[in-house]
């Protein structure tokens, strides 16, 4: 628990600085690393979906990965 939250203050931005305090001492951007597990079309084939139901599986899996993209970019500025 005590690393997520040395994390979220090495990587806030602060406002007398403009700055995180990983840039200020790396000199470079934090980069923020999200894993998202999609499932593979191996896994649904096990599953035995129909055709149609595979992709629709994988086009609101791939929109959920856009959807939270957008939210940690949202979270981070």
């Known amino acids: 628990m005590l690393s997520f939250a040395l994390h979220v203050y090495r990587t806030a931005v602060r406002t ?6 990983y840039t200020l ?5 934090v980069l923020m690393l999200l894993e998202v597990e999609i ?3 191996r896994v649904l084939v096990d599953f ?4 149609v139901e595979k992709v629709k599986v994988r086009y609101e899996q791939l929109n959920l990965i856009n959807k939270k993209r957008i939210a940690a970019i949202c979270h981070h500025q």
């Open 39 to 41: 499932p593979s079309l």
């Open 25 to 29: 001492v790396y000199r470079m951007k």
């Open 16 to 21: 007398s600085t403009g700055a995180t305090p």
């Open 48 to 51: 035995k979906l129909e055709e």
